[in-house]
């Protein structure tokens, strides 16, 4: 990188499409300036800047420093006040801002400029002393945690004794003197840090900028960015700019507001305020503010201005808006705007209603909705009739603010550990919330908070994670250093039961019961998937292995069963009875009583099957149901080996009744004889067809006749049969050979000469290496993506998720859990050439896909982009399945243009 | 296929390179006719008619029948008889013969042509009415035995019973009127067959013709094309062709011969005859012959013209040729040549000294042993002491002939059942053997015989095999259905230990010990390597883990060590205790005292890994050394957790003592949180490499440390670091930043920066199909293709050979066992993709492959065209790696001609 290049930009140099080299805030705020919004003067310094503050081992550029000197003057120009000026001081902040948004993960420092001289300048220039003291400790205690290292608690500690010793509520009924106090104190704190408090204005200037930088690189930004899948190249750009005031008296405040409610999508200005503070105030949470709607009778010139602003900024990046303001002595101005994090229902409906109000296409509003998201709606709401009861049994706690939609019952975890100990069943419980909290946060299910507002740090979070939150319920004491959450005299320890209501923001202790989300009420999300319907070219098909499943996806719109998996039909205890009879007795097939036994017991599960069969194909009326066959190991049918194992040794050394002993040592004997080292690579699926084709024929005997069945009564069944593991052409003709012999029998006997389609999962590497000579031998191939990844990274899905894989994810050694997003370099490549040769070998090839990819929004894209004609994912899995089979189509034509 | 197509050939239309069409039998009658060689006339039913007949569901084709009695037509006319003439009748043979040579697996019928009438004529035209009898008592025998699937086994009781009753000891001995008998009951016997027997001459050659065809599919037919990997749909031809009669008295005869020692390679005509017999005499063992020299002296002229005949032969076909001859009243006629079947030693010294004869060249040399066979050159001998005491002990049974090299020590198996259960282990002992045995002779590791010549058929089928025999042991009495082996006063019975002398035909009850065979001096087969090293490309290394093994490697001609594993390094007992103590303090790093005991562990295995590696470095000074850094799971490095489970239950039970019940707990608990649901794909390799790295930095310190010793003593030691089990560039990235890094520090550490070779194993699907983007990290890959099948395949190889794998490799649903030989379609294509990207990704890149596959030489061939620069394999397997490399080479090169 050469001297000549640029690293500041004024905001009037930049504009809305400059996020890459300016971070979303800087971009907005130059977009804010250039539309004449009032936002105060102020600069960006680049991520081109970071990158080479980056190559020089985090030292600051020469010239970048030289660029940030001379932007400085033309902000003292147009403000008035020189910077360091100990008469009448300029004041800046700094703030971090990357492309993507990352709230709280990153560092600012605000009120900078100011020291003891400044600060007696500022008081007179402002002639408001107070104001000027409480700046200046604000000013301390962030800049000596962010850029010193300082032990943050401490200044906490030393405020709450401030207010103690002052008899006062809140910071703002602090006076002059407890705030002179606090300083001195708060000094001593920063004086602890890892170099001394600096005085100078400019050298707080470029400590800070350093300090900025480097928070793109704390523990939180990287785990967040992990989350969130956003690359760890991109770097963060400065915005600097003059500081305006909201802690200047009564005529000044600060606050955030959205454009429409971020949690439910209805279109009204949507926010909170904080009279007399300043914004990290509102975002911490350590106040709860005020409503909105207060600000218009307290401050009526602002509210309407902002009103107005508001309006303006969502008509012109045509998105729903989350915007920070500050009113200095009755003057507003706009410090941020982005768009908005909201709930999948308020972007749903945000999108909906905007295609409505001619402000963006349908296909803009399709890709508004993240698709992953849709399943949020189907959050699990409390049961009336059991929070009836809880509340009936005195076990309401309170109500707070329902900060994030959702019902959820767990256990009270107050610290990062517990919530991590139980994972998705805790519910953090904390007094608020901070970006320190954010592994917490990931971890838990839900979210309480005792403080802060709907547009507090947990609130914010939590909506856009989708987890349900409560919070501001102020009746709650949360003692973190004893674990324990009271209210009223009740006490719930950590590890207790405890149940709160997103949508309605009540607390219960105990659990109440959920019932499923009813998406089908959604007229918004029902005519964004219709348009999602147009715009599509994957079909959808849904997983279900019972008429209730069948029916359910039906409902989702599917288009069909994509796989109907058999072996979870022969777990049911009068089902496995006949399957061990028919493994026990196949061992020994010289007898004729074991023979006798062998058949019985095939007739028998053919039975249950014919009627399992019916029951789904007549759910999935007029639809393709795609049965596959016994897919499963048979020693998955017998009791485990190790268990057999103990019960034997305890029977054997105990003079157990012998018979008893025979029966084990033969049940034993037979698991051993099925037991295999690594059964995912085992003897099972078309390994089994070929050298046991009784179970196979059994069940295409059960699909024959239960589709027979249902022609007689009038239906249009659509059974499609698939055989699960295949590894080549050979093993599929001799496989097809046996089944369509058998086939044309049964068609003949039944009446009607059937004619099943006839398919193969491809989930061996080998069968998408042999897909071309496959091909001509089927009439569709399915890839089977859970086991496709499995083999072609080496990966047992039982183990490695927690012996390494998660590792690896979260250390970048793979991008994402390929079990979650396909591959595209391994598995992807190999579904690819399948595709390619699989089609050039058969021209009719149907094409589809049933791993849980098909549920993955990433996963749809890539299926699309290799042109699969459907994707099959789980019931509940549809809806976003659909969206982002849309979004693919769109991206493509995007792509194509 | 339309009726013009041609489906006969007379002798004279044919020759020897039209073997597809004509068979290798016929083909070389042909042959042997155009040279003027005094073969029958006769002709040829082409595998065209085979091909015709099976698409006709197995009917002669009409216009083939037509064909056969014009060339037919022609035979009458060229002998001067007529076919089914009562007065002077032609008798011909009816033989089968396909590409491939498939010695006695399918059927042939000869005399045929005679009935009630025709004999007579045939007595009064030979003036031999015994003669005729013979022929028509073979007739009968052999007619109903292939075409009408009459029971054999009576037929050999009729004759038992005839010999017996007229006091005679062999068939030849046998009157006119025993012969009227024979045939009388042989008739008897007939007419139990699936048809009425035929009288008819033509009657009977269409019987016949089309009873050789069936006998393509018969089952043992089957079993030799699979285990010789003969493809099953290239048909046989049927030669037809005037009898001539070895059975028409003492100056009459039959006999086959070698034109060099098929057993050693001699250069000295070999073979033997019987007098007055026909040829299935000498062959099925039933009566043991003369051998070939007592010819000279019995009939000195035939003798002579054989001589000649037998030079010209192998001088035209250049290779060692199997002779099968009959002399009718003094006049000699050919008929059969072929390339005579050798063992493994007999091969090279026959290439090689035809070379020296101007009769081939090196290359085809180089192509005329079967690289897989070499490996018969390392059966091990009978060490000497032991034989001598052996033999003083009384145990030596009797001494016949040495059919074919090795010794073998085993166990007795009488039938094919007891061969099938003891497996290579073994012995089968039987009267004789024919074509039905094969199965038994497939699965036994040796044979022995009391009955039959050295070309009889357990002589000529175990030599093709590689396995040791002695045969025509007379002195032994086989007791088939006692399942008993006798020979003075000593009985054998199924399943005692004997021991054979291929060697010298000396036979043992009892065991022998063995010793491995040296092949330093065997001078041909060093020349022959030799010419193979000048004509190879792929460089040869050897899979070794110890000195030992990497000094007979060298000696061998192993140009370094292409795998060096170091897991099994660790089992030692004294090892096991460090590994152990350092997986279970592993597990509670938090104390310093388990800290303690791991850091001590680790640096006990660093001392021992050392010392292995500074042995292995320097038994291959000068050579490359692949280190593949630990791969195994750690699981295995704890007892099995189905006997924890078992002593723990019973521990408790019976309340042993607390500690001791504690510690099993403990080693239980930590059994189980390494266990794996798929070991083989599990956290193993470079996966553990990356979690747990201080395992592979001390292995890396253990290498510096031995590679600095070395160097220090004045050695040159050549390293190289292999990784296994990568999945993709950014694990490669990750493992070699932090080994680049200890690497760095030990070399300055150790004095010297050492610049040893990094390189990853490609045995994951993935690996290969990202290898373009690993290339650039690394100096080398080895394709470790054992993995690599068992996940592209998905065949777990502890399982899958039992459980389905033999049962798809026999049923042709895989062409072959893809463990044994890579398969092309799916684990090669993804090498080739490696390959190719690879190399476009790091053009210095050097490529090799080290699964077992490197010592197989199909999987060689692979290799080669692929373009591989070397290939590992076990040290016994090198001579032949080296050969095969040799045979890859020159094969390219006259594919690319």
Redo the contacts between chains.
Sequence with gaps: MTTTTRFVYRFRDGDAGMRDLLGGKGANLSEMARLGLPVPPGFVISTDGFREFARLDQQLPESLWQEVQEALKEVEEAVGRRFGDPDNPLLVSVRSGSKFSMPGMMDSILNLGLNDETVEGLAKAANDRRFALDSYRRFIQLFAKVALQADAERFEEVLTDARTKAGANDDADLSESDLEDVIRRFKEIASTGTEPFPTDARDQLRIAIRAVFESWTNPRAIAYRNHQHIPHDLGTAVSIMAMVFGNTGPRSGTGVCFTRNPSTGERALFGEYLPNAQGEDVVSGVRTPKPISELESEMPDSYNALVEHAKNLENHFRDLQDIEFTIENGRLFILQTRSGKRTAMAAVKTAVDMVGEGLISRDEALLRVPADELSQLLLPRFDDESKERAAKDGRLLGKGLNASPGAATGIVAIDGDDAERYGERAILVRPETSADDMPAILKAGAVLTSRGGITSHAAVVTRGLGKPAVVGLSAIHVDTKRGEVSVDGIVLKTGDAISIDGFTGEVFSGTIDTVPADISSNDDLRELLEWADEARRLEIRANADTPEDAARARAFGAHGIGLCRTEHMFFQEERLVHIREMLMNARHESTEAANGVYENALKSLEEYQTSDFRGILEAMDGLPVVIRLLDAPLHEFLPP??SL??NL??AR??NGPEAEVREMEELLEAARSLA????????RGS?LG??NPDIYEMQVRAIFRATKDLIDAGKDPQPEIMVP?V??E??VK?LKAGLTELAKGLGEDLGRPARIHFGTMI????AA??AG?IAPHVDFFSFGSN?LT???????R???EE??LR??VE?????RNPFETI?E???G??IEIAVKEGRKGNASLQLGLCGEHGGDPLSVDFCHRVGLDYVSCSPPRVAVARLAAAQAAIGQTERDV
């Design positions: 080996i190790e194992i103990e040794a305890i050394v105990t295999e080292t690594n059964p995912m690579l085992g003897h390994r070929v050298t593991l590894m080549g050979a093993e001799s989930e061996v590497p080998r290496l042999d000579a086991d499995q083999m072609t990274f080496g990966f047992s039982d183990d490695a012996k390494f590792y690896y250390n970048e050694i793979l991008p591959d370099t391994g598995v490549r190999l």
